[in-house]
């Protein structure tokens, strides 16, 4: 399979010469929509510059989410969100003048979930494509290719407004237009780019989990006919007969969890009845099958998860720390501690004997069933982050195989999570030393600012399953360095940096890329160009 990036090129936006322009503002104040604004609005060489009042007090996702609903049928896709001064906050996109007009005729003004009315400024023409180069369409593609698996011809969506390849690009499946400009992406992404315009995607299983999906409303046949999984869990789906596009297909898997229609019914027969009105070729459904659901089959799922509202929360907290562990200094930890956090240790039962000359150096076994000595309990227990980050650095470089983890939702209220991850690592050193298994509980507290961190961390390592023996491998190579930075902090960074050096964001860009996003290294190549004069002219236009 051909990658995106071999396929696909990023173009000039126009193939002739588009007149000059001067940047045109539509004021909430006076708002109006007349020929010379149309005229600019309608030029796809142009980045329009949205203004939204008072943005600053509400959730991004809330507030881009409204202003992409309420221009539809027009499509809108905004990138580089920011916070500006007085709580205004701002977003670029290209779009067709009907969505610019849409506004206009709400007077410039924008409903959230909640009934708060947001008044909207739109700067036509704010920045020219070839001071910008930005091409949304084959971000998204790159991304999709990241997400099919063309063996097993798996396509995995889920939680696709939080892909990280993404950047700064809001890209939410749940609203109908952006999800049908994705599957058109796919197909540059997944076939790199069919000549056949309405050629189908090579897919025979289907992941959508974590979209808010209310519906699937799409205006083309995408799939081909080998689809036979559909997995639509922990969506906001109201009614089976919302999923009506996928009915043509031989639909043999369906999962539903999570979903408000799976509270509609009285009973178990009710509800396997009126899927399989719509999916009569469904064997499978939430991991039951059809039929053996009154022989009283469990239901084994490998992860316990709530009803899913912690889903990104938690996935993001567990990438985040142990890829964080694995790097070869733990001091990059620093910050992920509460300033009163525990941190404790025990040993299961260790048998090899390269494990046990590891574990031997470093462990701090704080079985309680095992102590002589209660004194030494507390010796075993480290308490602030200084002690904790110290005892972990005392152990040796691991690697993770995140493959094997499965995690558990313990306990959970506004301010705090409790979960338990279980799976399998393995020492770097010596290359010979077999995997082994750990589990790890965590309680996280969330913070000021919607920060979280850890206030307890119980650590407990055992021998090599049998299983991990034979069959799992853990990756030898280094670990590569890591650095976490959100979409919201990349677009800081960004700001700050034009707000130093008075470079546009097209350059500002492209020295904090080389940068790897350090901005004291960006900072200092931007000095070090600037004092020989090898900073473009065009840097500053």
């Not at 949205?50 to 996702?61: E, K, P, S, V």
């Not at 904790?388 to 306990?411: G, M």
Request: glycine share 4%.
């Amino acid at each position: 399979m051909a990658s995106p990036t071999s396929t696909t090129t990023t173009t000039s936006p126009t193939t002739s010469v588009q007149p000059p322009w001067e940047p045109h503002r539509i004021t909430y104040l006076k708002p109006s929509f007349d020929s010379h604004e149309k005229a600019l609005a309608s030029r796809d060489d142009l980045w329009h510059k949205f203004i939204i009042f008072d943005g600053a007090r509400y959730r991004r996702a809330d507030v881009l989410r409204a202003v992409v609903t309420t221009c539809q049928p027009a499509l809108l896709v905004p990138i580089m969100y920011t916070v500006e001064d007085k709580g205004k906050t701002a977003f670029l996109a290209k779009c067709a003048s009907n969505a610019v007009e849409t506004l206009v005729s709400l007077d410039m003004s924008v409903t959230l979930p909640g009934g708060q009315e947001l008044r909207i400024d739109i700067v036509l023409g704010y920045l020219g494509a070839q001071e910008l180069r930005v091409n949304t369409s084959k971000i998204i593609a790159e991304a999709l290719y990241a997400r099919y698996e063309p063996v097993k011809k798996t396509f995995n969506l889920d939680d696709f407004e939080n892909e990280r390849a993404l950047g700064s690009i809001f890209c939410p499946i749940s609203i109908p237009h952006i999800f049908d400009l994705v599957l058109r992406c796919s197909r540059t992404g997944i076939m790199g780019g069919s000549r056949e315009a309405n050629s189908r995607l090579p897919v025979r299983e289907l992941s959508l989990r974590y979209n808010r999906l209310t519906a699937i409303i799409l205006y083309d046949k995408f799939f081909n006919y080998h689809l036979t999984k559909l997995d639509l869990r922990h969506n906001q789906i109201l009614d089976v007969e919302y999923l009506r596009y996928f009915c043509e297909y031989k639909i043999s898997e369906l999962w539903l969890d999570g979903n408000p229609l799976c509270a509609r019914y009285a009973n178990s027969q009710d509800y396997i009845q009126a899927v399989k009105n719509f999916f009569p070729h469904l064997q499978t459904l939430d991991g039951v099958v059809i039929g053996m659901e009154q022989k009283f089959v469990p239901c084994i799922q490998s992860n316990y998860l709530g009803n899913g509202t912690r889903i990104p929360l938690i996935r993001q907290f567990v990438k985040h720390f142990f890829t964080l562990y694995d790097q070869e200094d733990r001091i990059v930890m620093n910050g992920l501690y509460d300033k009163n956090a525990f941190y404790s240790m025990t040993l299961g039962g260790i048998t090899n004997h390269a494990h046990k000359e590891i574990v031997k150096t470093f462990s701090t076994n704080r079985n309680l069933l095992k102590f002589v000595d209660y004194a030494k309990c507390q010796e075993s227990l480290f308490w602030g982050p200084e002690k904790i980050i110290t005892a972990l650095r005392r152990q040796p470089p691991t690697a993770h195989n995140f493959k094997t983890f499965h995690v558990d939702l313990l306990s959970e209220e506004d301010n705090y999570v409790v979960i338990s991850v279980q799976g399998l690592f393995s020492y770097r050193l010596p290359a010979s030393c077999p995997p082994m298994l750990f589990n790890r509980t965590f309680i996280i507290i969330r913070k000021e600012d919607n920060e979280y961190c850890i206030v307890n961390d119980q650590y407990y390592i055992d021998g090599t399953p049998a299983v991990a023996a034979s069959e799992v491998k853990i990756d030898p190579r280094p670990v590569p360095k890591f650095t976490v930075l959100s979409v919201t902090e990349k677009e800081q960074l960004l700001r700050f940096l034009r707000e130093l050096t008075t470079m546009n964001i097209r350059y500002c860009y492209k020295y904090l890329q080389d940068a790897d996003w350090n901005i004291r290294n960006a900072i200092t190549t931007f000095v070090k160009n600037y004092s020989v004069n090898d900073v473009c002219p065009e840097a500053f236009q």
